[in-house]
């Protein structure tokens, strides 16, 4: 079955509720568009686990600062429906920004705790307009098992306590991070590299590989993050058992996590 | 029918899945019980409108910043049942506070704008509390339309802009003030008080009457709460065309409000 567009909250309710009334199961997969193969393994998965998939793409204005990339975020609709339609998409919600935010918005879902240091740090509002949109997105999809990808740790963390919260009828599915041969964990972000700096950005996975075989992960990642001239260190941090990373390269800001299960034996015998 | 009782959330959400899967619509009346003739006419409407009604009693920590009377306010289950039951209610939910919060909340609910001012200045974390337990109980009890008593003017403001800005599944339905035979709007906290207070309760519709009728309503309404020497004054102020008036008679907090259509012609004859 071909993949549906549908561009306004009343029109994907309907069809969602419909699908829930015929009795099948709805799989939802939020994303901002521009799809990638990681992208498309939440869709795999959800096409797996739920009788139908629905995917939303919306750049949201919410989670992005003054500052930030919103207006030069990449997009390409047409690409994202062909790509959606392969990975086993039967409904794409692609609202305007008018239909999502007809007027100044007022509510806002905040998540203390999850949100809190890492991007929070760096993005002081970021998790509120994330939170904020994926509680819209739920409340117009209905019922669901929703997908999101580990590459964006904290944000999983934050929508897997908002939904415990406020008993959202939906479950949280954390997918694994899709990587490219070299390393490079998928992002629709990776479009704004440069050659040069494309090649500096396996540091990142390089800095988690080196983590994770340490006796002191944090340091480990650091050491590798400063050798790469390219690369300038936002955070490399461990948080309940994982080990989290982010650098600009040049003005493009990536993420990546790993993890981390202690140092291997190997490395301990060489310690002792 | 009788009214069924359910504790537990996921209890509560089933009933009324199956409600809606029969073909049912569901009418919601979230309450802090100690139930009385003004909720009554919540479930009576919702029962006139809807094929099943859900009524919730919860008194809702969040809502109660910790000087205020969370521990003392009144509760009576027994009582409370009997009465949904005769206004028509089937379902009614009434969780402990560990089904509700089993830990600390992260997730918060806030609305600009509608929650600022008035009770949002006396009571500063007071509407985020509201709007974060009415969107669980919105999310619990699922797509209905949901009662609202107009006694809590700024409250059902708060709660229609979050229900928008959100795109809850809910439809809002706001219900007028039940009054006692001389004036006093019905609340749970009516209770409280002693019989001398109770005789000056009537205060605040005096008030809102004389406002009604004055071409400085702010200014009427002030003088009359000032004339009664068991009353003090919170606030007295005119929005979107609705007076709103809130006094403590001894330690009893008092909300009314009342429709503001302009000076009455005999009054801007007398003026003229």
Chains 1, 2 share one sequence.
Not at 171 to 185: F, N, S, T, W, Y
Not at 197 to 221: N, Q
Not at 233 to 262: I, P
Request: one cysteine or more; proline letters at 5%.
């Amino acid at each position: 079955m071909s993949v549906q567009t549908v561009e306004s909250i009343e029109g994907f309710r309907k069809v969602l509720d419909e699908e829930r009334r015929a009795g099948r199961t709805v799989g939802l997969v939020p994303t901002m568009g521009f799809l990638h193969d990681g992208h498309a393994s939440l869709m795999r998965r959800a096409a797996a686990e739920c009788d139908v998939v629905a995917a939303t793409i919306f750049v949201n204005p919410l989670q992005f600062a003054v500052s930030e990339d919103l207006s030069s975020y990449p997009r390409d609709l047409a690409a994202d429906q062909r790509l959606a339609e392969a990975a086993g998409v039967t409904w794409l919600f692609a609202p305007p920004v008018e239909e999502m935010y007809p007027g100044d918005v007022h509510t806002t879902v905040t998540v203390a705790g999850e949100s809190e240091g890492l991007e929070g740090e760096i993005r002081p509002t970021h998790f509120a307009g994330v939170a904020t949109v994926v509680a819209k997105l739920c409340n117009i999809a209905g019922p669901c098992r929703a997908y999101f990808g580990e590459k964006d740790w904290q944000q999983l963390q934050v929508v897997r306590r908002m939904v415990a919260d406020l008993s959202m009828p939906v479950e949280v599915v954390g997918c694994p991070i899709v990587r490219e041969p070299d390393g490079l964990a998928l992002s629709s972000r990776n479009a704004y590299l440069s050659a040069a700096e494309r090649r500096a950005a396996t540091v990142l996975h390089r800095a988690l590989r080196a983590g994770a075989d340490a006796a002191d992960p944090v340091e480990a990642m650091r050491r590798v993050v400063a050798a790469e001239p390219l690369a300038e260190l936002d955070y490399a941090e461990m948080r309940d058992g994982r080990l989290l990373v982010a650098a600009r390269l040049g003005t493009t800001r990536l993420l990546d996590n790993l993890a981390w299960e202690g140092p291997s034996d190997n490395h301990k015998a060489l310690e002792g």
